[in-house]
């Protein structure tokens, strides 16, 4: 018999999702009948509001059912155009700059193709969300990554910018606020990079899916209202996935200059044509408002927040600033490494994240995954009970160490 026929060696440099393994344990222990609290999840826990499913029920009624135009509907991208006028103020795109993608992992994945030859370097500060250098990797180019530090909430200061900056640079990836930690940058601190950024030319793009998850009065900015003479070189990445409640849908788009809008739809015409016409519809209504339920969930998640970080501090070998947005709070877990625990010693993040699962029965994602060993990040979009419970769990199964 021969030998199996290889896959194509590009994925030879692309890593599994990490988060993924966590998951598929803690499945296991669910299928044993094992009830496993998942604080894993990237997703808000609340249903679609009311009003988006009807637009979608609607669409599918009135024949909104065929292919659409390979970057989105006309009437999408000017709702997309009005709702960020009114976040970003200043700074003003047409439709023709915009792109609806099959979500906004699927944005980066276009914006990875369309900007990005071998060789080509990318700067990615870490904690940093998964996808971002595998997506680099399969376009054949480099990540590189930056370290930030939890003294300075996890944000890259311009000098470490600067310090990463060769003639190779061909992007900068930031999220803010950001998955995993929930920090979030300034207006101040946009700007200081934004002048970095100024002295050489490299694309900037900015990943501002949780934008509107912030708390505590956090005035959030973009990269584009705070340097509007960098216009012509950012990309803002957005979506509906994360402030509608609406993952499921997916429908993320960018704002860009027109040009680049126009290679990623190039791309994506010979990939997925366009994204669902009937979610297409379903994002409108997002857009249009009422903007109710959006704030009630905001207002959920706040004070959720507020238990997570107040019940993590409270056990000892465990820290965790208040992060600004987003729904996660990234744990500082050192306190527990080297005690042992189950039979063995906790040596890295990832066996304190083995650990709380197999003792704990609490399913949270080792910060390795994030480029950022030493902490474990916890979602809270989860209800209030379920985050009291697990804290309690985690609380006793620490306790248990020796
Ligand atoms: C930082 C960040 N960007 C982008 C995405 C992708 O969102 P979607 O593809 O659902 O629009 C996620 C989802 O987890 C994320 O956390």
Known sequence: MSEPIPVARRLSVVKPSATVAVAQR????KAQGIDVLSFSVGEPDFDTPVHIREAAKQAIDSGATRYTAARGTVELREAICDASAKRRPGASYEPSDVVVSVGAKHTLFNLAL???????????????????????????AEPVIVQTSEEQGFRMTPEMLRAA??????????????????????????????????????WIIVDEIYGQLVYGGFEQKSIVEVAPELKDRIIIVDGVSKTFAMTGWRIGWMLSPAYVAKACEKIQSQSTTNPSSIAQSAAIAALRGPWEPLEEMRQAFEARRSIIVEGLNAIEGISCGT?????????????????????????????????????????????????????????????????????KRIGEAVGKLS
């Open 26 to 29: 803690a499945r296991e222990l």
């Open 165 to 202: 900056i060769t003639p190779k640079t061909k992007a900068l990836i930031l999220c803010s606020p950001s998955n995993p930690t929930g920090g979030a940058y300034s207006g101040e601190q946009l700007r200081a990079l934004a002048d970095v950024a100024a002295e050489h030319d490299f």
């Open 323 to 391: 992060p600004e947005g987003a729904f996660y709070a990234f744990a500082n877990v050192q306190g527990l490494i080297g005690k042992q625990g189950g039979g063995k010693q906790l040596e890295t993040d990832l066996d304190v994240a083995g650990y709380l699962l197999e003792e704990a029965r609490c399913a949270v994602v080792p910060g390795t995954a994030f480029g950022a060993p030493g902490f474990v990040r916890i979602s809270y979009a989860a209800s209030n009970d379920m985050i009291r419970e697990g804290l």
């Open 114 to 140: 369309a900007l990005y030859d071998e060789g080509d370097e990318v700067l990615i500060p870490a904690p940093y969300w998964v996808s971002y250098p595998e997506q680099v990797r399969l376009a054949g």
